[in-house]
């Protein structure tokens, strides 16, 4: 199975910061991630798919890059409505993984 | 509009079988797979597997294989996860996720169905 790395694991940023959160897999998945965005309480929400895309109606300020095993998700100016626990996932090939998880919260 | 609702809550004693449901509404059944992932209290997302809502072939992670069973039913656009043997550690919540542009990214979610498993 591929294993999806992700980091840091907590993440204390300031409303306007510009924040990355990274995201490896243990083989080459080419560009197949996908991030959410998960609040407490609330179903996970794809912000980016193919790894660079972003999903209908998810803001400008959410951006993605990467390909092959190293992948990045950023957020250029942290908004409140930003804080919430962020996830990778491949899909490259079955079975599927998500990332553990990138917990971020206001400093 | 896209929906995914699924079945209510469950409690089950260790040992049990439980069967979620998600009905699906709004777009062409058959036309994009379904994911289960289920998240344990406090923990991350885990996915389980996924079904082709076209010819009900279905691909499970290792970790549930033979104690899973995803099967769907075209004519009511419903989804089933099936998982049996349960133990405490099953207790958690269980989503279906729509595939989405990609096959693979999931673009819509069920709200969740809480499984306890609990004697």
């Known amino acids: 199975d591929i294993q999806m790395t992700q980091s840091p694991s907590t993440l204390s940023a300031s409303v306007g910061d510009r924040v990355t959160i990274t995201c490896r897999a243990s083989q080459s998945i080419s560009s197949s991630l996908a991030w959410y965005q998960q609040k407490p309480g609330q179903v996970p929400k794809l912000l980016i798919y193919?790894?660079?895309n972003l999903e209908s109606g998810v803001p400008s300020r959410f951006s993605g890059s990467g390909s092959g095993t190293e992948f990045t998700l950023t957020i250029s100016s942290l908004q409140p409505d930003d804080f919430a626990t962020y996830y990778c996932?491949?899909?490259?090939?079955?079975?599927?993984?998500f990332g553990q998880g990138t917990q971020l919260e206001i400093k | 509009q896209v929906h995914l609702v699924q079945s209510g809550g469950e409690v089950k004693k260790p040992g049990a079988s439980v069967k979620v449901s998600c009905r699906a509404s709004g777009y062409n059944f058959m036309s994009n797979g379904v994911s289960w992932v289920r998240q344990a209290p406090g923990q991350g997302l885990e996915w389980m597997g996924w079904i082709n809502t076209y010819n009900g072939n279905t691909k499970y992670a290792q970790k549930f294989q033979g104690r899973v069973t995803m099967t769907k039913d075209t004519p009511t656009s419903t989804v089933y996860m099936e998982l049996r043997s349960l133990k405490f550690d099953d207790t958690a919540m269980y989503f279906c996720a729509r595939d989405g542009k990609n096959w693979g990214d999931l673009d819509y979610w069920g709200q969740g169905t809480l499984v306890t498993v609990s004697s």
């Open positions: 996932q491949h899909y490259h090939s079955y079975p599927y993984t």
């Open positions: 193919m790894a660079s």
